[in-house]
């Protein structure tokens, strides 16, 4: 997140000291055209701060640009006071006054994809700051190209008309609505949704959505996606062919939330969720973006909803184990349907030159939540290296966000960038191995696993492969304690001291493998493996069936195998 404060730092200094020095080099220099090239840097700088910053006020930026390229507009003309640029001055300052008036009305309004409406509106009401900055440049290249003032004025005119024209509409949608609501809300009525997957969170979080639509659209009932920030609606709209809303206030969600809807399904404890929550008449599902030993697996915000999907026992097990008390009726295990594409494997291979998957996690909102290993990464890459493993290097999508971690993860990628020009191997890193890769696919091109505590190690253990984790708290003994996914797994400590240890267990001896399978049923449930993501859609689609009663999954006894809960001979008694 720190990564992110500087980006807006420097890009509201950016605009503002250009905006400042264009003026000044214009009103106080004969400089006219530097002044004008800057004006149009500083135009530049404030279209890049309104995308790091969405709703940022650069009015004030504005107005300075504007003054200094009108004052330049007209030394380029020479020609005294002009009717025409003193009219484009009226002009401009009045669409400066309008311009964020009308986005944040437009802001107010519901948008959507994927229905068949088409709601310009808004969009256009939320770029009319990038339209009057492309207008001042147009009129920067026109004074310094010296055309007459009339085509300054022609041109502010005619951005004008636009924005008025988007005011009125904006008004007309506020004052007098439709008698059948919005074209999007009767749109959806007729979709007839029957759920939603409701999404809040910060920027770069979209992959909490996009993990579960493939197992949605699967349910094979109509849904929307219900967005309440506005830059995910592109990219999950692109990923799904249901209907994707985005709902900027609570008159916008009460008519998304046509009469149809009867469950809603939740992938995160995003503080906004409890907007969607009041809606009594739904019943509230959390399905999570993975399941791990982390604190926030334990949130005791779960508790507020109706159902709680859980991977396996374990995660049930783990709200009791940090304290939180929920009614079991709760839970439904249903595994970890984004797995089933994972390959298997029964036996241990033989790997005389391993390929491992790194996977290091960020550092967390909180202190008690960061698990990243990037800090000591390079002892552990060149210890991989030293051992002819091919690595791939998959970090979290919230690395970047904190300068520390980048430059980290900069390092490491450089190191193997390296070793790849030097001995051949095929190392895996950045974009190929973040975006042109899933995880699924790192996680099958991999003999093994090293990562911090996170979602991936569960899902990495349906492979039934090897896993190391790092035990970045320096918990010692402790630590299996608090996270017992890691007591099947190999633990790197802290200062990597025991590297040498666990890479020869990793990839050698492996003596954990058969703990590992008891781990494994009981982290990610018992299903078959030829329909294992059926446990999921099956559970989801009894969710949309009135008096319907969660089935009891198959436990496991001490060594893995499927034991029947009919079975009095294993009752507890006994």
Known sequence: MRGDLVRKLLARALAT?????????????????????????????????????????????????????????ARRLDAGFDPALAATALVLLGLVLL????????????????????????????????????????????????????????AAVLAAAGAGAVGLDLARRRFR?????????????????????????????????????????????????????????????????????????????????????????????????????????????????????????????????DRIFVAGQAAI?????????????????????????????????????????????WTGHHADANYCSLPVAETLLRGLLARGATVILRAHPYTSQNPASARQLGRLTELLAADRARSGRQHVFGAAASRELTLTECVNRSDALVSDVSGVISDYLYSGKPYAVTDMGGEGDRFTERFPLAGSGYVLRRDMSNVDEVLAALLDTDPLASARWVTRTRYLGDFPAESYAEAFL???????DRGWNPPTPRAADGAGRPVDPDDASLSPAT
């Open 317 to 361: 097990e783990r709200y009791a184990r940090a304290g939180v008390d929920i009614p079991a009726e709760k839970f439904v295990v249903v595994g970890r349907p984004q797995v089933e594409a994972i390959e298997v494997r029964q036996q241990p291979a033989s790997r005389p030159a391993p390929t491992v998957l790194y996977t290091p996690t």
């Open 177 to 305: 609505p439709g008698a059948g609501g919005s074209a999007v809300s009767r749109a959806l009525r007729r979709h007839q949704p029957e759920f939603l997957l409701y999404f809040s969170a910060p920027p770069g979080s979209e992959y909490q959505v996009t993990m579960w639509l493939p197992y949605l659209e699967r349910i094979g009932r109509p849904f929307l996606v219900m967005l309440r920030e506005p830059e995910f609606l592109s990219t999950v709209a692109a990923a799904t062919s249901a209907p994707v809303v985005y709902c900027p206030t609570l008159k916008a969600m009460d008519e998304a939330l046509v009469p149809s809807l009867r469950v809603a399904f939740y992938v995160n404890h995003g503080a906004k969720n409890s907007h969607c929550i009041r809606f009594t008449q739904l019943t509230h599902v959390q399905l999570h973006h993975g399941d791990s030993d982390k604190a926030p697996s334990a949130n005791p915000v779960s508790a507020i909803f």
């Open 538 to 544: 099956e559970a989801a689609r009894h969710q949309l």
């Open 99 to 154: 311009v964020g008036p009308l986005r944040d009305a437009g802001g107010l309004e519901l948008r959507a994809a994927n229905l068949p409406v088409r709601a310009w509106t808004p969009l256009v009401a939320a770029r009319l700051g990038d339209a009057l900055s492309g207008l001042l440049a147009v009129l920067a290249l026109a004074a310094a190209a010296t055309l007459p003032a009339g085509v300054a004025l022609a």
């Open 17 to 73: 000291g250009l905006a400042v020095l264009a003026f000044l080099v214009v009103a106080l220099t004969g400089a006219t055209g530097w002044g004008l090239g800057l004006a149009v840097a500083a135009l530049a700088a404030a279209a890049w701060e309104r995308r790091v910053r969405p709703g940022a006020d650069t009015a004030a930026e504005t107005v300075l640009v504007a003054a200094a390229v009108l004052v330049g507009y």
